[in-house]
Structure formats: structure tokens, C-alpha cells
């Protein structure tokens, strides 16, 4: 799972930022630990004497927890980026890449300090049989900022239906200069390109961080086997790596038949009467400068 979630934010919108490597070592040394566990469970008397040192344990879950939190993140930064698109749409292609790169790393930045402030005060002594983000020491922070990614989710998503909605006013319009139509039909397919992805993350990210917030509200009246249960049956992650490659594939052949459909109207032109007017007489001219010869 945590394999799929990494090559995932490679093809997210800030794979650019993200190198391929460290992906590779997490999925090998995941491997390794479940291999390793297998090993152990088979050749230790008490499979309860198994364990994972927190150490490592946090090493594995420190990228995963950054990953599912720029996710949010970048996906609110890329509906404000096309806000501000709309807003400066007479201006804006004087900012160059510049907004959008600076959301990105101010998401990737955010998301890895909400993640340190979570896993804080870790103690690194222990071991764990069950190796989840969510331990005695971390619960409490976890709960918040899974509450916050739910808002940000559903924040994100209103953004989007409003920022259609004023686009369309927008484009309506029957003034507007070459710069601002640009970026409004910029803006309408961008939109239409990544609503399905942004529609679906965030269906998902809110079931999984609104139902384990709410669990972990009420872990006092579960017993810890309980409490483990319930959070693993909410735990929705591996559907979403299975089914998001699968729409960004569609999503990703939809944009290339968009940009291939459009590029065909330009380039086909349909013929007037006086393309076939002119063309006639080129031909009456090429015939009769062979008749000369």
C-alpha cells in the first residue's frame, strides 16, 4: 500500500517535486519488513515477541503520512492557483510559473511540518506489533489533523463548483482582451480535466479522515483489538491507490484526445467560395503556362 501511495505522488500534480528514488526505497524496504515479519512469525514461539522497532516503524509511516497530507494540500493549491488565474486573468501570464511553483513547495513545506508536529514526541524506545501512524503518543495530533484535511477536502470541492461557476459567467462575457480569454478557457479546461480526480480524492479523503477522526474521538469505549478493528475497516487508502491510477490514466487520455480534436478544427479549414474560386484559377494558370511550353 504504501508502494501505490508513493508511485501515486508521482503522478500527482507535484510529481515534479518529488524524486523517484526515495519511492523505490520505501517500497523495497516495506518488502523487506514484510518479509522479514513473515520470517519471525514462523520461528518465534510467541507471535506476540514480534515487533517493529518504533524507529523503523516511523520511518515507514512519516513519508506515507506527508504523502496523504500534500495530496490535500496541493489539490486546494491548484484550485487557488486557477482562482487567481480568473482574478488576474488580464495579468497573469506576466507571473510566469512562478504562483504555481510557489504553492506547490508551500504545500509540500506545509504538509511536512504538520506531519513532524504529529509524530513529535514519538518514543522511539518501544516496539510495535501493529505499525500504524496513529500510537499512544501521536493519537491526539492525528485526530486534529485528519479533522483539518477533512475540511480542507470539502473546502476544496465548493471551491471548484464556485470557481466553474464564475468561470462560466466569465467566459459568457462578450468583451474581454486576448489575455483574459486565454486564461478563462485555460481555466474551463484545466477544470474540466481534473474535477473527476479532485471529485474522487476528496470523496475518499473524506470518509477516511471524517470516520477515523470521529474513532478516535471514541476510543475510550473501544477495546484496544476494537479500536484497531474499526480503524482498519475504514481504512479506505487501498481502494483509492487501486482505482486513482485508473482515473488518472482516463483523465490523462481524455485531456490527449481533447488537445487532438482541437488541434484538427484548427488545422482543418472549411473551403468557401472563394478558396474554390482561386483554386480554379491556379489551375487555369498552371495548364496554360504548359500549354506555352
Not at 518529488?18 to 522479514?36: N, Q
Not at 474581454?176 to 479546461?189: D, G, I, M, V
Not at 479532485?198 to 471514541?218: D, E, K, P, V
Request: hydrophobic letters at 45%; glycine letters at 6%; a positive charge.
Amino acid at each position: 500500500m504504501l508502494c501505490g501511495l508513493i508511485r501515486q505522488q508521482k503522478c500527482s500534480e507535484s510529481s515534479a517535486l518529488v524524486d523517484r528514488d526515495p519511492g523505490r526505497v520505501g517500497c523495497a524496504t516495506f518488502g523487506v519488513l514484510r518479509a522479514s515479519q513473515v520470517v519471525l512469525y514462523q520461528t518465534y514461539s510467541n507471535s506476540c515477541d514480534v515487533g517493529v522497532s518504533q524507529f523503523v516503524c516511523f520511518g515507514l509511516r512519516f513519508p506515507l503520512t506527508a504523502c496523504m497530507t500534500s495530496f490535500a494540500l496541493l489539490q486546494f493549491a491548484m484550485v487557488a492557483e486557477r482562482s487567481i488565474a480568473l482574478w488576474k486573468c488580464n495579468s497573469y501570464e506576466m507571473y510566469g510559473p512562478r504562483i504555481g511553483v510557489l504553492f506547490a513547495a508551500v504545500s509540500i513545506i506545509m504538509a511536512l511540518g504538520a506531519t513532524t508536529w504529529v509524530m513529535w514526541n514519538e518514543d522511539f524506545h518501544q516496539h510495535s506489533v501493529y505499525c500504524s501512524a496513529a500510537t499512544i503518543a501521536t493519537i491526539d495530533r492525528l485526530q486534529l489533523l485528519l479533522l483539518v484535511l477533512c475540511g480542507i477536502d470539502i473546502m476544496t470541492l465548493l471551491l471548484v463548483g464556485v470557481l466553474f461557476t464564475c468561470n462560466d459567467i466569465a467566459i459568457k462575457r462578450n468583451h474581454f482582451n486576448l489575455n483574459s480569454s486565454y486564461q478563462l478557457h485555460e481555466n474551463y479546461s484545466v477544470l474540466r480535466i481534473i474535477l473527476p480526480l479532485i471529485l474522487f480524492q476528496t470523496i475518499c479523503y473524506a470518509i477516511f479522515s471524517g470516520s477515523s477522526g470521529i474513532i478516535f474521538a471514541f476510543r475510550h469505549r473501544f477495546t484496544l483489538v476494537g479500536f484497531r478493528t474499526f480503524l482498519a475497516a475504514v481504512y479506505v487508502m487501498p481502494y483509492y491507490t487501486l482505482i486513482s491510477p485508473i482515473l488518472m490514466w482516463s483523465v490523462i487520455r481524455y485531456s490527449q484526445r481533447l488537445k487532438a480534436t482541437k488541434l484538427k478544427s484548427l488545422i482543418k479549414r472549411e473551403k468557401s467560395g472563394n478558396d474554390v474560386y482561386f483554386k480554379t484559377y491556379l489551375e487555369m494558370w498552371n495548364n496554360r503556362a504548359v500549354l506555352k511550353r
